[in-house]
């Protein structure tokens, strides 16, 4: 599946570190959008694009910072994490919002030390 | 507020058994519900419903939708060790809202 691809796929880092995850969608797709899944919880939303613009910010941390440089690509940045910020964030796209399926990527596996 | 809730939370049976998976949901302005089998990391698609009463199929895979009553059902016939995996289930809106799933483990 190249549909969607995520780098890295694992990823640790310490408190005080700045990274960013990657998403890239070969799909031609307009939507795009961040997920958490932490253990025992359902998918979370994060974060949606469509045509590179934010339609919804559903009341993440700043911690977190979305950017989306155009349709295909869609970055997650992330500074001071806490340790229950460790989970799995899954990226998506769909040819738009509403009534679409999504496709996802592999995900990538953040634990924070 | 939306939700979606899933039951059973986990199942296990064993091969060539038949599953049924449930999803219920409470939505404002509900578009469409989605089925995703999730094995290691991605989920993937499985069924888009949108209209009550019509059976969607694939395989020995079928889902069916009741606006009426709110829920929807996933089954599986015939299990096979391949179909252990998380079920989730998900309303539509600007982007998904997923239950926590029902993790299924078939036993050869």
């Known amino acids: 599946e190249t549909g969607v691809t995520q780098t890295p796929r694992h990823l640790v880092m310490g408190m005080t570190n700045k990274k960013s995850l990657k998403c890239e969608q070969h799909l031609g797709h307009n939507a795009m959008y961040w997920y958490k899944q932490s253990a025992k919880k359902p998918l979370e939303l994060m974060f949606v694009?469509?045509?590179?613009?934010?339609?919804e910010n559903n009341s993440v941390p700043s911690r977190f910072s979305p950017e989306c440089p155009n349709s295909s690509h869609l970055f997650l940045h992330l500074h001071t994490l806490q340790p229950e910020d460790s989970a799995l964030y899954l990226c998506?796209?769909?040819?738009?919002?509403?009534?679409?399926?999504?496709?996802f990527g592999p995900g990538t596996r953040l634990t924070v030390t | 507020e939306d939700k979606v809730v899933q039951s059973p939370l986990s199942l296990v049976v064993h091969e060539g058994d038949t599953v049924t998976l449930n999803c219920s949901y409470e939505v404002t302005n509900f578009r469409s519900l989605l089925w995703y089998k999730q094995e290691k990391k991605a989920p993937t698609f499985l069924f888009m419903l949108t209209s009550s009463g019509i059976e969607k199929k694939s395989g020995r895979l079928s889902s069916i939708l009741d606006k009426k009553e709110l829920f929807s059902i996933l089954n599986i016939t015939a299990t096979q060790t391949g179909d252990s995996a998380v079920y989730l289930c998900?309303?539509?809106?600007?982007?998904?809202?997923f239950g926590k799933g029902t993790s299924l483990l078939v036993t050869p």
């Open positions: 998506a796209s769909s040819p738009g919002t509403g009534t679409y399926e999504q496709y």
């Open positions: 694009y469509s045509l590179e613009e934010r339609v």
């Open positions: 998900a309303f539509s809106g600007y982007a998904l809202n």
